[in-house]
């Protein structure tokens, strides 16, 4: 019976397991998916304003806005965590 149980709780683990990386994987795609908007975005909105040969404006750009981004979601996704568990 014994044996039974550890089977269950192993499967149970490597359910827990197999969601958390379907999660992650998900995650990564969305976020390779916004990196493409972001980074064509500021190629057509950004880029025509500066003066040729200044790379390191538009890369600037993009870090600001990715890096906006990732602490607005990390703010919200802690504050809903907190809400969830009061």
Do not use: C
């Not at 490597?14 to 998916?33: P, R």
């Not at 750009?61 to 568990?85: D, F, I, P, Q, S």
């Amino acid at each position: 019976m014994e044996a039974k149980k550890q089977s269950k709780a192993m499967a149970k683990a490597m359910l827990k397991q197999m969601i958390a990386l379907s999660t992650a994987a998900f995650g990564l795609v969305a976020a390779l998916a916004w990196n493409t908007v972001i980074q064509q975005t500021i190629d057509m909105y950004i880029k025509p304003f500066m003066p040729k040969g200044s790379v390191i404006v538009s890369q600037l750009a993009y870090a600001l806005v990715v890096t906006a981004l990732a602490l607005l979601v990390t703010y919200l996704l802690t504050k809903m965590n907190e809400r969830l568990g009061k």
